[in-house]
């Protein structure tokens, strides 16, 4: 989705208006995301909309987990990770949306998530 | 010592080998499994479908053709719509018997193929395992391989010497012994039946064991 | 495992076995047996005439001719259009959402989860595995619910229970692992053969 205009926020105690490129709310987006799931900031996708004159976030994006024989044999591991990937991504979605309203000003409707794969950490089998 | 070819197989009282498995006899957990299950073991008829699709499509095509032809008042293609009907009205007249009793033939033959395949079930070479988190399909294939190696290890011959088939409701294990080493049925079928318990497939078929009177020489 | 209408497909088979069926003997009796043509005569007769009947009777107001036809070229077309659709819903059902909820916690926004989580976990938990020869995870929605698809090829001889208790537990910590459970269905499969065949399966 392309915006031409660029976005206005909210000045602080000065006069003037701060504006904002699309490019960087992305950026700021995408290294959010990437830090609520720990993965790097270049894996995540990030697509503005329009939501009734607010900003609605659409994130595609992997999340880092263990591999399944590690769980089998310690569960403590998935807990390490921060649990499981609906419970992470649930929590994601509540931190970027704060987030990105924090560091840019600009006022989000909703932060959508899809988890699109998974980049599985550490191997299967102890020789 | 010679001996014929030997079923050491005991033959059970008939089981009802077609109870329904709706009411879950394999332990899945989940819901919806029986419907998974149900689908995975019999055919879909997907391909018959699109074979009656296309046939339909056909006659449907030729015939809007004939009809578009005539009502827009054009000469038709190959036979206009009414006079085919008249044809048709006014069989067996109009032609040969011969050809008539072999065009009907052929066609009777057609749609009992279609209607078979309609009624018939269609099972498919599968078995259902049990288990606890999710519905187990198994080809037949890897269940007579499993069983094979189980029957040749418990044998102690050489892979060529052993063929399993199964089916579903029997397993059919046939050893050719190396010549010169006596072979003991009862310890091969009891292993077979062992590993078939352990695996539990539903229907669980029976096993049965047959030795083969030519050896194999040296194996 | 997908939504292919089975049904369905077995309906409309059995129905057009049973017409060509009809057909056909009806054609051979035609041939053999002279009182059948002498009642055929008199019933095939009796429509004919009163269709010829009908198509006099809604002719156009202007020219010669009966919009009948186009009446039956309409449905010819419907027909063809059902048939298309038919062919349309064979093999349908997959999907790429294994879990999807909208507005889940406490801010707004929609979570889910492709299968391609279930997929790549699976695999690298199965790799390097020397009784098998391959591994496929797909999704499929069934009844609106997205179930999930595992294909194994074990080696041959490889036993399937063992085989199946391991992918199971798998599953089980795929269902920790993604938070939801959703219905699985394991396939161990000998590959592209086992459709083809009859009752035998031989080693």
């Known amino acids: 989705m392309n915006m031409t205009a660029e976005t206005p926020i909210r000045g602080t105690a000065m006069a003037g208006h701060n504006r904002i490129s699309t490019q960087a709310l992305t950026s700021v987006a995408r290294a959010a995301a990437g830090e609520a799931l720990g993965v790097p900031a270049h894996d995540v996708r990030a697509e503005w909309s329009d939501d009734n004159g607010l900003l609605a976030l659409s994130l595609v994006m992997p999340v880092a987990v263990p591999n399944l024989t590690m769980v089998l044999r310690d569960p403590g591991r998935l807990a390490a990770f921060g649990g499981s990937i609906w419970d992470r991504a649930v929590a994601a979605k509540a931190q970027i949306l704060r987030r990105v309203t924090e560091l840019t000003g600009a006022q989000l409707s909703r932060v959508d998530i899809r988890i699109s794969g998974a980049t599985v950490r550490g191997g299967g089998r102890v020789r | 010592m010679s001996q014929d070819t030997q079923n050491a197989g005991v033959g059970s009282g008939a089981h009802d080998a077609d109870a329904v498995p709706g009411s879950a006899p394999l332990g899945s957990g989940a819901v919806g499994m029986d419907r998974i299950l149900k689908r995975e073991t019999h055919s879909s008829r997907a391909v018959v479908s699109v074979i009656a699709a296309a046939l339909v499509m056909a006659v449907c095509a030729y015939a809007l053709l004939e009809t578009a032809v005539r009502a827009t008042g054009q000469p038709p293609w190959l036979v206009d719509p009414q006079t085919a009907a008249e044809r048709v009205v006014a069989l067996p007249a109009g032609i040969g018997p011969l050809l008539l009793v072999v065009t009907g033939a052929v066609i009777a033959m057609v749609g009992l193929f279609f209607f078979l395949n309609a009624v018939l079930p269609g099972r498919r070479a599968r078995h259902l395992l049990p288990d606890r988190r999710a519905a187990v399909v198994v080809d037949d294939e890897v269940i007579a391989a499993a069983l094979a190696r189980r029957a040749r290890l418990a044998a102690n011959v050489t892979q060529e010497q052993v063929m399993v088939v199964v089916s579903r409701n029997r397993v059919l294990v046939s050893v050719r012994p190396t010549s010169g080493v006596p072979l003991r049925p009862d310890a091969v079928l009891d292993a077979v039946r062992r590993e078939l318990q352990d695996m539990g497939p539903w229907p669980m078929p029976e096993a049965r064991i047959q030795v083969s009177t030519a050896g194999v020489v040296g194996a | 495992m997908n939504n292919t209408p089975r049904v369905l497909n077995r309906i409309l088979i059995g129905l057009l076995g049973i017409t060509l069926l009809a057909i056909g003997v009806l054609l051979v009796l035609l041939a053999t047996v002279p009182a059948v043509g ?47 659709a038919w062919i349309a819903q064979q093999g349908k059902g997959r999907t790429s959402l294994l879990v999807a909820e909208e507005d889940p916690g406490d801010a707004p926004g929609n979570v889910s989860i492709g299968h391609g989580v279930a997929e790549q976990t699976l695999r690298a938990a199965l790799a390097d595995r020397p009784d098998l020869a391959g591994v496929t995870v797909a999704a499929y929605e069934i009844k609106g619910e997205p179930s999930l698809r595992i294909r194994v090829e074990p080696r041959q001889g490889v036993a399937p229970h063992a085989l199946a208790a391991e992918v199971s537990s798998l599953v089980e910590a795929l269902d920790a692992v993604i938070g939801k459970r959703t219905p699985v269905l394991i396939h161990i499969g000998s590959g592209a053969r086992s459709r083809f065949g009859r009752a035998e399966r031989v080693r």
């Open chain 3, 38 to 84: 002498v009642w055929w005569h008199e019933w095939a007769g009796g429509i004919l005439n009163f269709w010829l009947d009908l198509f006099e009777r809604t002719q156009f107001p202007s020219r010669q001719g009966s919009w009948l036809w186009l009446v039956i070229c309409f449905v010819l077309v419907v027909v063809l259009g059902l048939m298309v």
